[in-house]
């Protein structure tokens, strides 16, 4: 709670009066009328007050200490990204925050549980840090599902005490994405202790194509939201259940193409927009929230209901108050647009303060997590080789664009007792190396959809336990990318005929780099050529082959402990 | 917060899921969704699952160890009626408990300022520990202006160290209605206090009539609703300054005629309905938030807006994330509804359990706060002369189903150094006598609108610092009512020609009645026929007198200390 003095409340009330001047005036705005006392999409026209870090007047006549004139621009709040993983951003919070804030994202709701899974609480703990530091307000969900499920190998284990010790830390709303939902309607204990440990508290959802009576029991556990909606039909079934549906579009996973219909005025607070997993090559090419908003109306969302998913419904959905609409009272986060439609931010502010390139230069510096994280030794062609009884298994098809995979079978090269990528019929082979010094696993399997021939990938960002995901259809080409990526301390390598060809290290915690976004989007743009070069058909094959690793997706996916069925939730065995 | 455990949870799990009988089912249910996942004003068929004091299923089929068949009716949300003074219901709130949770009225917020401006902490303590008996869920807010302003004497005071001790009561939501806006705007140290004290929580509003930067600047003190508003232009500049409007139908004030036309679907979520002040003869002949509903779909508002302002959108506004819609993991306050037009409760579930007498008769007792609040001698008839310098006076207006006033002028009879009431032109006499042995004061006036020939009331309800209000043609009688008033220990007393015709005690606090609702209903309509007879106008005679005390009112009102111009907010002197 802010902590306020009879001095600071006279002085909102002369300020707003026009007593005396405000600290800064927005004039000649017009207002997006979020709250509906105007006919639907319309303005409020006048001039917008602040006082300290609130808006105090609108709708009316101001003069200001600082003057901006919006020249009849429109003025809107500040978006929230209701769901994200920063550490997706490959860079860290600080640069996150100067990366998005003058696209016009004032609040984001991370789950920091990317780090969790490396570091466990000290990476927690470096989140919170940066929370302390960025110009955005960075509120730090409690991850969870550290690790994601009991079919894998994570760094770090988050337990209910754990987390609870942060539950009423000024930085945190609550839990972040409950993903073992397998887990808890299985009534694991685990799960059920987490449930119980934040009853009355806000807990984040994600259930992924979840339906019917199994839906029901993971919303009566109090689970309130998902931002893994993919198809209409779920999402009319969540909202009409009451789940808040967070519409995504990241890196890979574009679910406002299909979910834009939900947004009418009647649904509108029960929806929000969420990034989840967008780097920032992503971020430079299309923006931020601002791109989701700019895609919604694009898809034909009523204008108004749209900037209210994408501010005041996901504050409500939080339980942040104190934000969401430009309205006395409210926070002073305000975005100048020159255009609604197009959603172009023109100028950007923070808590009653301007936006600028100072803004960043005046932050506290905050210490990276030290230590190389990638905990094992060289690995050999010969340790990807895969034994088999015959040439029938089970494939993971990768669809473009999203993290859900199809079960398929194939028959491979089969030949010595080992099975054998085939890159004529795109099939490649994908292995997940434990990487945190705990017992050297390596779980092997076979992918279709990426289309490279004649080259391998690695990555230490492999959701959610971040062990290296290799993939490739030479073995040779597949450990000499996973043996560079251990030397960099972590990151991206594309290897072409026994050559590296591109690579970014990311050696915060194998997730981050330390460098400024701008390098780091750069770097990417030389990798997609590189992986491009090798015939591949995926706009974003890096992240598809981190979530290939990620069992709380449906359908079939790839662990350290091998294949894993997840409508199952357990280890494929021969 | 709720403290759950793992079995619990488990529980929660088992029924939702079907694997074991949910503790109740509502079988062959339409659910009207109120969070857009279907067309406007749809249902959803199927049955609703309850364990415990959640829901946790819909739109399925489910088996209970008690079920009820609801036959294909409706099933809503419990109402919650979003701002209301419980002692204005003259019963104590054990009784209105037992009156208007059987109409749906499942949470009400309450002021307690009217038994606060009597006894201080006493009342206030009084309704917390009726809220640890009641079945309805009865939020108590902070009475922040007892008493309401400088131009009155009161029972008692609170400040703002006597407030923040409260402050995280389990009962209490936040700070009860800033009454004292006058105040407030004029930077009065004791209101700054108590804004400041406030600062991120929840402050309720009562702004009528405010208007641009005086608005702006209310509600920059983080003042978030209002159920004052009278007029559709008032309620669209609140709504479009982010204020929540909670459109009010009480014994008088029947704002619900003109606000109808605000509720739309976009703007619902800024809306909630609210009784303020309602006797229990208007409960019993037209219902209670039942009654806020029926005439809204009436007036023409949309069914499921409506529905949601009834009831969620109430609930949002007051920061109360565990209800307001049928949904597994929100509280199983349901109503099974025989019409959605008519809004007729067949049923009510409060916390999972069917709603019967039964359920009353098993709440624990609750003594009331004992002695005679009427704490002064006798009156005179010629106590209440009024000395003069001339005719000409200015006169309360009373405008019928109205608790806001006209300033007229006019030139009453005059002899003798004194001005006289002159029932001809409906120019009555009025006085306030102070009742809390503080002072004795006499306040003295003229008033038009009630059509009262021959006769006198009084009462010892008197907004809000609820002294003797007596009101008639003659001095006698208006003596002869306060000093029955007065034996009475506190009460409604109607007068004519010398003789006592019809009472109500109300000997709790002057306030309150220890009788059952009944009682006090068929009291009501004798003092309502006695009335009636004594030629006046009005609907609610008692109350508009009541209300002629509340200088927060505009715009002429009267107090102990005589005339006030609300205005200009201060005492009218010759």
Redesign the interface.
Known sequence: ??????A???A???????DAPADLVIRNARVL?L????P?DET?PGDV?V?GD???????SYRGVREIDAGGRFVVPGFIDSHLHCESTLVTPLEFDRCVLPRGTTTVICDPHEICNVLGTEGLEYFLAAADRTILDLRVQLSSCVPATHLETAGATLTAADLVRYRHNPHVVGLAEFMNFPG??A?D?DC??K???F????IDGHAPLLS??????Y??????NCHETSSLAE?????????QVLIRSGSVAKDIEALAP?I???????LGFCTDDRNPLDIAEDGHMDYLVRRAIGLGAPV??TYRAASWSAA?GF?L??RG??????LADLLVLDDLETCRVARVIRRGQPVSAESFAGRAPLAVPGGNTMRRGAVRAEDLAVRASGPGTPVIGVLRGKIVTERRQADLPYSGGFRHADPARDLLKVAVLERHGKNGNIGRGFVQGFGIRGGALASSVGHDSHNICVLGDDDADMALAANRLIDLGGGFVAVRGGEVVAELALSIAGLMSDQPFETVTHKLELLRAAVGGMGCVLDEPFVQLAFLALPVIPHLKITDLGLVDVDRFELITE
Do not use: W
């Open positions: 709670m802010t902590v306020q003095t009879r600071g409340v006279a909102r009330i002369d300020q707003a009066l026009g009328d709250t509906g006392g105007t639907p409020v007050a006082c609130r808006i105090v007047g609108i709708a009316d808890l309607l009534k204990p059920l202790d449930i119980a440990a009853e009355g508290a806000h019917g009576k199994r839906l029901n029991a919303l009566a556990c109090g689970i309130r999402g009319r079934e969540k909202l009409a259940k009451g789940m939900l009418t005025d009647f649904a509108s607070p029960f108004a209901a409500r339980g108050r104190d609409i430009v309205a006395p009272g409210y």
